[in-house]
Antibody, heavy 122, light 108 residues
Framework: QVQLQESGPALVKTSETLSLSCSVS??????????WSWFRQPPGRTLEFIGSVSVNGNTNYSPSLRSRVTISLDTTQTLFSLRLTSATTADTAVYYC??????????????WGQGTLVTVFS | EIVVTQSPATLSVSPGGSATLSCRTT??????LAWYQHRTGQAPRLLIYAADTRAAGVPPRFSGSGSGTAFTLSISNLQPDDFGVYFC??????????FGQGTKLEIK
C-alpha cells in the first residue's frame, strides 16, 4: 500500500519561502509511470493543482504559481519537495502531496497524503 | 479553465439508503473524470477514474457514469464509513486539472 506523508513548518512569515516535503513509502519514486504532485486547498475554497515532477525531472506547474514554485524529487530518500517563494497570506492552505498516474484521458492522483495546514502570517 | 460544479452541496441519507452525486463541467472532457472520498483527518481516497472505472478495492456499491460534461457518482446501501465529503476532478489532458467544490454526504 502506497503511503504519502507531508512534513514541514506549519507557520511561515510573509515574503519568506514555504517549504514542504513528502515522504513516500510502499512504492518507488523511481518508477517512470507516475508523477509526484502537490495540491492545496485554501480555507473555504476548492482544491487546486500546484505542480508535479517525474523521475526524469520533467515538471509541470500551475500557470498562476509558476514564477514562485519549484518541485523536486529525491530518489535516494524517496521523497519529493515543494518550495514556494515570496509567500503571502493568500498561500495559507492545507497542502497535499499525491502520486499521479495516467490513462488515455490524462493523469489523476491515485494516492494522497493526509494534508498539512500551512498558515502564512505577517 | 474548465469549471467543475458539483451538486448538491449537502446530501442527507439514512444508512442503507442510496445517494446520487452530480458533477458538471463547462467544457467537453470525454471521460476524464475522477471521484474521491475525503473523510476528516484522512487522505482523500480514489474511488472512480475514467468516469466509470472503480479503483482497486472499491466495492461495487460505488458506481460512476457519464461522459462529455455531465457525470454521476451513485452509492447504494450506504454504510457508516461512507459518510464524508466527495469531490470530483476533471483531468482532461489539454487543460489544467480542476476540482469540484465537493458534496458533503451526511447521516440523516
Amino acid at each position: 500500500q502506497v503511503q504519502l506523508q507531508e512534513s514541514g513548518p506549519a507557520l511561515v512569515k510573509t515574503s519568506e519561502t514555504l517549504s514542504l516535503s513528502c515522504s513516500v513509502s510502499g512504492g518507488s519514486v523511481r518508477s517512470g509511470y507516475f508523477y509526484w504532485s502537490w495540491f492545496r486547498q485554501p480555507p473555504g475554497r476548492t482544491l487546486e493543482f500546484i505542480g508535479s515532477v517525474s523521475v526524469n525531472g520533467n515538471t509541470n506547474y500551475s500557470p498562476s504559481l509558476r514564477s514562485r514554485v519549484t518541485i523536486s524529487l529525491d530518489t535516494t530518500q524517496t521523497l519529493f519537495s515543494l518550495r514556494l517563494t515570496s509567500a503571502t497570506t493568500a498561500d495559507t492552505a492545507v497542502y497535499y502531496c499525491a502520486r499521479q498516474r495516467g490513462d488515455t484521458f490524462g493523469s489523476y492522483p491515485d494516492y494522497w497524503g493526509q494534508g498539512t495546514l500551512v498558515t502564512v502570517f505577517s | 479553465e474548465i469549471v467543475v460544479t458539483q451538486s448538491p452541496a449537502t446530501l442527507s441519507v439514512s444508512p442503507g439508503g442510496s445517494a446520487t452525486l452530480s458533477c458538471r463541467t463547462t467544457q467537453f472532457i470525454s471521460r476524464a473524470l475522477a471521484w474521491y472520498q475525503h473523510r476528516t483527518g484522512q487522505a482523500p481516497r480514489l474511488l472512480i477514474y475514467a468516469a466509470d472505472t472503480r479503483a482497486a478495492g472499491v466495492p461495487p456499491r460505488f458506481s460512476g457514469s457519464g461522459s462529455g460534461t455531465a457525470f454521476t457518482l451513485s452509492i447504494s446501501n450506504l454504510q457508516p464509513d461512507d459518510f464524508g465529503v466527495y469531490f470530483c476532478l476533471q483531468y482532461e489532458k489539454y487543460f489544467p486539472s480542476t476540482f469540484g467544490q465537493g458534496t458533503k454526504l451526511e447521516i440523516k
